[in-house]
């Protein structure tokens, strides 16, 4: 199954697809995560696009299509992926229509105090890449990973400040896609608001329709 999960930043794109990807057996690739291992390797890559990715700015197109056109030809995609933060522009929709079919784009709706609420909490661990939330998802103990014991952080894009940048450069540029897929007859609406269990039931039920 071809997926793509669309939806604003903070509407649990990620945490739905840490499990939609074993119930489906399918990679998750999720383009933000591809940018931030490159940052971490410290690779050219990593480098160029770090300054961007701090801002809440998007990564040019041609950077992020070239990364992803790299990632499906890997042989891991064969029965199918779930993108996760891709595609964010036209170009980009226009340009995986040519590399791949879609079965279904999965749009996750959700307001945007829940949005905020949720990325204000979001912590992760560096090595293991395990997220938490303060609240919805907390740690045994509070500023630690459960498994390794290192202490979490929170993304710098996720800062209030580049929150509001990253809210306004989705609906400017990726909220489009949902009329563009809609149009092709591939969007799935699902409410994000519930529990990431109830999410993800609801999501299961709708691609089988
Ligand atoms: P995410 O983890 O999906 O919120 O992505 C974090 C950041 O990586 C975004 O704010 C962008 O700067 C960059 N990024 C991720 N995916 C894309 C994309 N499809 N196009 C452009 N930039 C992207």
Known sequence: MNLVFLGPPGAGKGTIAKEAKVFYSIPHISTGDLFRAEQEKGSELGNKVKAIIASGQLVPDEITIEMVRQRLSQDDTK??????????????????????????????????????????????????????????????????????????????????????????????????????????GLLVDVDASPAPETVLENMKKALTK
């Open 79 to 184: 029965n199918g992926f779930i993108l996760d933060g891709f595609p964010r522009t036209i170009a980009q929709a226009d340009a995986l229509a040519g590399i791949v079919d879609l079965d279904y784009v999965v749009n996750f709706v959700v307001d945007k105090d829940a949005v905020i609420k949720r990325i204000s909490g979001r912590r992760f661990c560096k090595s293991t890449g395990r997220t938490y939330h303060v609240i919805y998802n907390p740690p045994k103990v509070e500023g630690i990973d459960d498994e390794t014991g290192e202490p979490l952080y929170q993304r710098e894009d996720d800062a209030p400040e580049r929150v509001a940048t990253r809210l306004e450069v989705y609906e400017k540029s990726t909220a489009p896609l949902i009329a563009y897929y809609r149009d092709k």
